[in-house]
């Protein structure tokens, strides 16, 4: 049994084409449901934990990234299965997760291959898939409990990835682990110098004398150190597509 | 037709850039690249590479390791190991094989363990001595006499 979470912004005149096909598809595929669009006056989580003893099995977010992200913290203690059907932009988790736009997405929720994702835990209550991100220059990260990383120079930006496309430079593969990445930039003489470390690990403990602003790049979400991020390894199910960018 | 041989950056698992500084027991079971200053210990079951620009003050432990830089510490490298012409070790080493090149500086005890036994060692002391004859003194300028012609 399928549910359908539309976002508020598809009310927006620009997406209503795009939106009457997508239902159209669902109902000729006939994995059509009960749909209910988001927003600030319904408790969504209540809402959804009614509808998961109600029997639903699998929800179907209608929307962007943001919106995903969001039903992801909602969902990440329902034992449901996530779908995504991605209209409008940002969608970068849809790509990395093989899902094409509007009513195309519609095929890969009726082929439902399911795959078990990890997903990082930030303080015990946010939760992010791809990536969070934040400036630190005189930060100290605790990585495993094993040893410590300091900040040498200023200018540093620092990613924490879980979930990053194959092809990118320095990927995060679905392995359990999360990859740490510093950045730092140095003007050398008129030049900019960029220098990159790369870290795997579990478990991160990120302190700084001042209190630093991070920001969960999935939602646009921002938390303050300290932080204190760990991987949940396969806990969400989410519906993806063969064309898959991760590992 | 032709594999590339080049590791690509999915095969690095780790690279400490010359921007941070690692303090601790640094294990992992990829590839180590370092550029920046570790405190502690490396330990790897795969390769390390440490670049010109390093400070290592640690224990090293890796399969193969290529050093450039500076450490401070005892190496310990199952496989293949080279220094080149910038690398300055101060710390003993234990290696299966090692390429030094001209110019790197290496202040400590080198071993390397062999499987096969050694050659044993010839039993000279059975042998009986070679005994060296008496014979007499050759004779010097000295001692011969000269004979003086008379007008």
Redesign the interface.
């Known amino acids: 049994m399928y549910y359908y979470l539309y976002d508020s912004y598809l009310t927006d005149k620009k997406y209503i084409n795009t939106l009457a096909k997508t239902e159209t598809k669902l109902t000729d595929m006939g994995i059509n449901g009960k749909i209910n669009r988001l927003s600030f006056l319904k408790n969504i989580p209540q809402i959804l934990k009614e509808e998961v003893n109600q029997g639903v099995k699998t929800i179907v977010v209608v929307g962007n990234d943001r919106t995903f992200s969001q039903i992801i913290n909602i969902a990440i203690d329902l034992n449901v299965v996530l779908a995504y059907i991605p209209i409008g932009q940002p969608d970068n988790i849809a790509k990395i997760l093989g899902i094409p736009q509007g009513e195309e997405a519609c095929h890969i929720l009726s082929s439902r291959i399911i795959d078990k994702l990890d997903i990082a835990e930030v303080n015990d209550n946010n939760y992010f898939l791809t990536a969070l991100e934040f400036c630190g220059d005189h930060t100290t990260i605790n990585c495993d409990d094993s040893y410590f990383i300091n900040m040498e120079h200023k200018n540093n930006l620092i990613t924490v990835n879980n979930l990053a496309a194959k092809n990118k430079s320095i990927n995060g593969t679905n392995q359990g682990q999360l990859t740490l990445v510093i950045c730092s930039r140095q003007k050398k003489l008129f030049k900019l110098k960029e220098n990159f470390s790369v870290f795997k690990c579990q478990k991160l403990k990120i302190t700084s004398p001042q209190s630093i602003p991070a920001v969960m790049v999935d939602e646009k979400k921002i938390i303050k150190t300290p932080l204190e991020i760990k991987i949940l390894r396969e806990k969400i199910k989410v519906i993806v597509g063969k064309k898959r960018l991760y590992n | 037709m032709f594999k590339e041989t080049i590791p690509t ?2 095969e ?17 079971e ?1 590839n180590i690249i370092v ?3 570790v405190c ?1 210990s490396i330990k790897t079951s795969k390769n390390l590479k440490i670049g010109p620009q390093a400070k290592i003050f640690a224990n090293l432990s890796a399969a193969n390791a290529l050093i450039s830089g500076e450490v401070q510490g005892n190496i310990n490298v199952s496989g293949k190991m080279e220094l080149t012409s910038s690398a300055k070790i101060f710390g003993d080493i234990k290696t299966g094989s090692m390429n030094m090149a001209t110019g790197a500086i290496l202040n400590g005890k080198c071993q390397m363990p062999d499987n096969k036994e050694k050659t044993a060692k010839p039993e000279f002391s059975k042998q009986n001595k070679i005994e060296l004859k008496n014979e007499p003194p050759l004779p010097t300028a000295a001692a011969k006499p000269i004979k003086v012609k008379k007008v």
């Open positions: 950056t999915n690095i698992e780790t690279v400490i850039g010359p921007s941070v500084k690692v303090e601790g027991d640094f294990v992992t990829g550029e920046g200053t502690g």
